[in-house]
């Protein structure tokens, strides 16, 4: 492809260019992070403040902030920082070895050993000067370290180091420390921004950074701890961003003309030059990671002209959309990149799913170490609200629709919406989609009504009403029919295979008759002739097999396995013994019999009753063509890359509906990825019977995408009123119309209420919201009294707060009022009952002789909790032997109840595998169970917190959501933490000696394939990239705290 000349030119928009109404700024305490740290009880360990809402995908990922719980190493850098001012004379490399020394943990430790030994090399270089530093070295002289030792160092760390050297030898020789100082300051401004260390161009331009305090002591103190400050952050951030390459010259002249390409973009945006860089406007360095990293040599055409869009170089919102498979997420990661370098803001991309969430932190991190900018997950229990304010890196905040709000919300209420420079929505025909589309829509409408600044857009393969999508996110639109691969539609009826043709009356014409023959036998166990369908492709090709129903996915996988010749089993076999072996670890001992049967032939099943490791070993072994056909449900439908040369519907059906035209495209957009297949094609079985539907199916449109904030009233519109007014978004009636106009619904209010205005549904709502004792204030007509304020009420920034379904905010409050009358706390029942998520009751049935066998192994105390919630023993009983029940009692309790049984046996046997066998239930309803649990635990940590009545709840429940959250064995907790690594994994590493994230960071990923089983190079990579970037983070926010910490107060008193 021809380097575009044009590069892409940004302007900001004017304001009559996308009319947005802000809210009157109220003022909001923001707190710092420090301030937050302080303010949490918990202590070590503690969640931070927590996701408030839960995300509808299971994961047993959590929040851990060890790092911020380590009050330690911020009281010694306070006790060095205080001996340091005492008056001790020092230079600035000394300055580094006091700080250094001083430190305990075994991170900075080593990172004074590299320190030292590091300069100790270098000094071999240098000539006079540079040795007397090394007489006073203590590891001087130490013949082991070479010229090597300088190769296995980091860029970074070394160019610190030179730097270091370059100064101890020239404020050795200057005599004068006035000169010095000046001169080691000037070295901590560069130290602080890597961006104007490398770019000396840029910082020759500059205006200094200096502090204008016309104090001269207050001068001395804040450049002494900015020193002191360089320090910490080099040792911190060196250990953080090691290399386990070799890091050569060439690598530091890289990163040089990396930093001078991103001052030039950034320079040519701030000038409004055309030409911006040799790659839209970023540096060169990101064409070669899209090669290395994801073997892209160019850009689809498409794909450049729709970054070269005159919409995109003004910055206007964007809706794109493309078949499936063409490659929109390439043009997506592009412009997230131009306004993570270039424009300097942070962006938050939100996807469907806890797992793409986690592949996507896992792919792009590598970015983030490489480019300089974080990459922060929000999915499960992770994410801080509001995030952690970076000075230097920018974030990308990647995040699921549940957490992605959440992280809004808090962004607004801290005031800083407008350092959200970009919005990417993947999947945007996702706000049709329940209660899930209803919090991406009202997200969305918060970002549009309160941010000018903040651009978004939208992708998707499947979008039919654009023009509605387009209004609300007032945005430009882009759609190109390119796929890379050709995707080849066909259905099955009987013997006979069609190809899919709209432009037929039929909507399909004769293809093919299937060859196959088939024993009389075979035709009764296969009616489809799914099996001669796999064989056609199988074991060259993959094949996924899209099943309606769980348990048919099983059927499918076992039925076809029973009739596969045996020479199935020969290819790779080795890899599926192993693979058997590992999942077998994974279930403690036990592998599912059904898998055990079927991957000897290189097929499995996938559905969500898989725990989220299994499912990601099957996933893997899949791609990596060790197994070569998986049945499995929709949940593989959506945005991801697998291959498959063919994709088999097994039936027109999704559960008991007919499917719908948007699912069955994407099913049938899974086959033929490129980079992993070169053709690919779609068969959909179909009986006799649905002919004619499957016909309509064919001519009929994508659906339209309709908002859902009616249809969800309590997740929906309800919820959105009560937060408007809590955000101080919107407190009058008034202002409350003019919100809702900008959302989805306000576009398609006539077609979506025919009986009720807006205005008049928007009046119910507050006025419920009233009813229900969540806000206060007086509602009238709207051309009598709309402006009169709405406040928020104790209990209803509770539940906006806790992200509580409006649904169930009374019946909370009643269950923690009872609860404090007589908490029983022998055990964690009790709170574990009120911690069990409301809305999982409707989906569990108990059986009774499990119930009744619980029961009696509790203690006379805790038999007594049932009796308090609500559940008498002579319920249990009766139903048990089947007896008829008159007493009236609550099913949604006694459901909820049997939860917290599964729960408590969960935090006392921390295995999936036996509790789910106790109660006969799947594993991953289990694990999602306890994930669901886990989050709603601190919702409710966050509904006490705004409540002085349940004070006491607070520390109860800040130690049972870590308790819901790492039900593992603790010492696996750091490696989790690693997006993707899950407890399989985790105990692997932990086995193999990598115990920190510390370790995984500076793995070497060669000797990590050697060491672990079943670990892929690639895996590998991607495990050592993101511990870096998470240990990165962590570096970062320490520093934070530390700059805050260290910040000289303005408003001394006695000073002005
Ligand atoms: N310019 C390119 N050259 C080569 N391969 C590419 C290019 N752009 C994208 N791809 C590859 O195409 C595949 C599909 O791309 P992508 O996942 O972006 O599709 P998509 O449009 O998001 O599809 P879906 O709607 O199904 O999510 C990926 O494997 C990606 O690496
Ligand atoms: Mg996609």
């Keep these: 492809m021809a380097e575009p000349r044009l590069a892409v030119r940004r302007k900001s928009r004017s304001s009559s260019e996308r009319k947005r109404s802000r809210a009157p700024a109220q003022p909001v305490a923001a707190s710092s992070p420090v301030a937050r740290k302080r303010a949490s009880p918990g202590g070590e360990g503690a969640p931070a ?93 130490n013949p082991e370290l070479t010229e090597s ?23 050795r020789t200057s005599a004068l420390s006035k000169g010095r100082d000046e001169r080691v300051n000037s070295f901590s401004d560069k130290i602080r921004d890597p961006l104007t260390f490398y770019a000396g161009a840029e910082h020759r331009n500059r205006p200094e950074h200096r502090p204008t305090d016309s104090s001269s002591h207050s001068k001395c103190v804040l450049f002494k701890s900015e020193s002191l400050k360089d320090h910490l952050k080099s040792a911190m951030t060196g250990n953080a961003r090691a290399q386990t390459l070799q890091v050569s010259k060439t690598k530091q002249l890289q990163e040089a ?58 910055r206007k919102n964007l809706i794109y959309s493309l078949p499936t498979g063409g490659g929109k ?140 999508l387009q209004k609300f996110l007032q945005a430009e639109y882009y759609a190109n029919n390119f796929r890379p691969v050709e995707l080849k539609e066909y259905i099955k009826i009987r013997d006979t295979i069609y190809a899919v043709d709209s432009k037929t009356e039929n909507g ?111 996933e893997e072994a899949y791609s990596a063509g060790v197994l070569c056909v998986l049945a499995c449900t929709a949940t593989l439908a959506a945005g991801v890359n697998l291959p498959a040369r063919r994709v088999i519907l097994r039936a027109p059906y999704v559960g008991n509906d007919f499917l719908k035209k948007n699912q069955y495209k994407q099913m049938a957009g899974r086959a033929g990825r490129a980079g992993i297949d070169s053709a690919g094609e779609s068969i959909l079985i179909v009986q006799e019977k649905d002919k004619h539907l499957v016909q309509d199916l064919v001519h009929s449109p994508l659906e339209n995408c309709y908002s859902n904030l009616l249809q969800e009233l309590t997740k929906g519109i309800q919820s959105l009123l009560l937060s408007l007014v809590g955000l101080k978004i919107a407190v009058t009636h008034e202002e409350v119309d003019n919100f809702m106009c900008c959302t989805l619904l306000g576009v398609q209010q006539q077609l979506l209420s025919k009986e009720k205005s807006l205005s008049e549904i928007i009046k119910d709502g507050l006025e419920n919201l009233i009813e229900k004792g969540l806000l206060k204030g007086r509602i009238s007509e709207k051309d009598h009294n709309s402006k009169s304020t709405l406040t928020i009420t104790p209990l209803g920034k509770a539940t906006y707060k806790g992200s509580i379904d409006l649904a169930y905010c009374n019946i909370l409050y009643r269950d923690l009022k009872k609860g404090l009358e007589g908490l029983v706390l022998e055990s964690n029942l009790h709170l574990l009952y009120l911690s069990t998520p409301y809305d999982m009751t409707s989906t569990c049935s108990p059986d009774w002789m499990i119930y009744l066998r619980q029961f009696n192994q509790l203690s006379a105390a805790e038999q007594k909790v049932a009796d308090i919630v609500g559940v008498p023993e002579s319920f249990i009983t009766k139903k048990a032997s089947g007896q008829a029940i008159r007493k009236n009692v609550d099913d949604a309790v006694v459901n909820r109840f049997y939860l917290t049984f599964v729960l408590y046996a969960l935090l006392k046997e921390t295995n999936i595998w036996s509790v789910s066998e106790k109660f006969n239930l799947s594993r991953g309803y289990v694990q999602n169970l306890i994930s669901s649990a886990a989050s709603f635990a601190s919702c409710l940590l966050h509904f006490c917190e705004e409540l002085e ?35 399989a994994r985790a105990k692997q590493l932990y086995n193999a000696g990598y115990k920190t994230l510390a370790h995984l960071a500076n793995a070497n990923p060669e000797t990590l394939v050697r060491m672990i089983e079943h670990l892929s190079r690639r895996q590998a ?36």
């Design 257 to 314: 003309v990396l930093s001078e390409e991103i001052f030039v973009a950034r320079k040519a945006i701030e000038s409004s030059s055309l030409d911006r860089g040799p790659f839209y406007g970023l540096p060169s360095k990101v064409k070669d990671l899209f090669r290395q990293l994801r073997g892209i040599e160019t850009l689809y055409e498409w794909q450049h002209d729709c970054l070269m869009l005159e919409s995109l170089q003004q």
């Design 329 to 468: 997420t390439l043009v997506a990661e592009i412009i997230i990149l131009q306004e993570l370098l270039c424009r300097q803001k942070d962006v938050l991309v939100i996807l469907p799913y806890v797992a793409i969430v986690q592949e996507k932190v896992r792919g792009l991190s590598s970015f983030g170490i490489e480019l300089g900018f974080l990459v922060e997950e929000y999915a499960g229990s992770k994410g801080r609200f509001p995030p952690i304010k970076r000075r230097v890196k920018k974030s990308l905040y990647i995040a699921t629709i549940e957490k992605g709000h959440a992280l809004v919300n808090s962004l607004i209420e801290t005031e800083r919406i407008d350092d959200l420079g970009l919005v990417v929505v993947d999947e945007l025909h996702m706000l049709g989609e329940g209660s899930r589309g209803a919090v991406l829509e009202i997200t969305l409408a918060k970002i549009l009504y309160t941010s000018k600044k903040t651009q978004i857009i939208g992708m998707s393969a499947t979008l039919n009403n654009v023009g509605d």
């Design 949 to 983: 009545e349940f004070w006491v709840y607070k520390a109860l429940l800040i130690e049972l959501t870590k308790q819901l959250t790492y039900c593992v064995k603790t010492e696996l907790i750091p490696l989790m933490e690693v997006a993707g690594v899950l407890e």
């Design 149 to 171: 030792a300088l190769d296995d160092l980091p860029s970074s760390q070394l160019l610190y180091f030179e730097k270091m050297d370059e100064l101890s030898a020239v404020s």
């Design 49 to 141: 403040e927590a996701p408030c809402s839960n995300d509808s995908e299971e994961d047993l990922f959590g929040d851990y902030d060890s790092f911020y719980g380590n009050d330690s190493l911020i009281a010694q850098v306070d006790d060095t920082e205080h001996k340091y001012l005492q008056g001790k004379d020092v230079d600035g490399t000394a300055a580094g070895e006091i700080v250094l020394g001083n430190l305990q943990p075994g991170v900075h430790q080593k990172e004074q050993d590299n320190f030292s030994a590091s300069r100790n090399v270098l000094k071999g270089d240098r000539e006079e000067g540079a040795c007397q530093v090394c007489d006073s070295d203590p590891a001087g002289g």
């Design 508 to 618: 399909f014409a004769f293809s093919r008759l299937l060859n196959f023959k088939y024993s009389s036998n075979l035709e009764k166990a296969d009616p489809d002739h799914i099996i001669a369908l796999v064989t056609e492709v199988i074991p060259k090709y993959s094949c996924l097999i899209f099943c309606p129903t769980k348990k048919n996915c099983e059927n499918v996988a076992s039925m076809v396995c029973k009739y596969l010749k045996k020479e199935f089993r020969v290819h790779k076999e080795k890899e599926k013994e192993d693979l058997i072996k590992n999942l077998k670890s994974i279930g403690n001992g036990t592998v599912c019999p059904v898998l055990k049967q079927t991957i000897p032939f290189g097929i499995a099943y996938h559905h969500s009753g898989l725990t989220n490791d299994e499912r990601k070993s099957i």
């Design 1021 to 1056: 990579k991607q495990i050592v990239s993101s511990a870096k970037m998470l240990l990165s983070e962590k570096a970062e926010a320490l520093q934070e705290e530390v700059e805050e910490l260290l910040k000289v107060p303005t408003d001394i008193p006695g000073t002005h």
